[in-house]
C-alpha cells in the first residue's frame, strides 16, 4: 500500500500533548513522527534505546544533551543527528511557540535472520 503524509500539518494532532506515532514499520526499523510544543525529557532521565535512532528536525528547534558531552546541541529545521544503540541522551527543550516537528528513523542492532519470516 502507498501511503502519504504532510510531517508540517500538525494542527490536529496531540493537543498541548508531545504526539508520537509510528508511520511505517518493518523487521528491524520503523519511522516515527513527533510532534513537541515544549515537551523536554524530565530532568534526571535518559533515552537508552536498544535500538539505533536517526533523527531529522522537519520544522522548530530543541536541544539535545548526549551523556558525556558537555554542552547541548541546539537542533534546527533539517539538523539530523544518528543516535547509535545505548547512547543516552534527552531532549533538554523544544520550541513552546511553535511545534518541533521530528521525523525518527529507529532500526534495530540486532541482525536480522534472514530465514525468520517475522511476524
Not at 500500500?1 to 508520537?20: H, K
Not at 513537541?36 to 537508552?48: E, V
Request: contains cysteine; glycine residues 10%.
Amino acid at each position: 500500500m502507498i501511503r502519504t503524509w504532510n510531517l508540517l500539518a500538525t494542527d490536529d494532532v496531540g493537543g498541548d500533548a508531545e504526539f508520537l506515532t509510528d508511520l511505517v514499520t518493518g523487521r528491524g526499523w520503523r519511522i516515527e513522527w513527533i510532534v513537541s510544543r515544549g515537551q523536554a525529557t524530565p530532568r534526571g532521565q535518559w533515552f537508552d534505546q536498544d535500538e539505533d535512532e536517526w533523527v531529522l528536525v522537519v520544522a522548530g528547534s530543541a536541544g539535545l544533551l548526549i551523556e558525556g558531552e558537555s554542552t547541548e546541541r541546539v537542533l534546527t529545521a533539517g539538523n539530523a543527528v544518528w543516535l547509535p544503540a545505548h547512547v543516552r541522551h534527552r531532549v533538554t527543550w523544544t520550541d513552546p511557540a511553535v511545534p518541533t516537528v521530528w521525523c525518527a528513523v529507529f532500526v534495530s542492532s540486532d541482525p536480522v535472520d534472514p530465514d525468520d519470516p517475522g511476524p
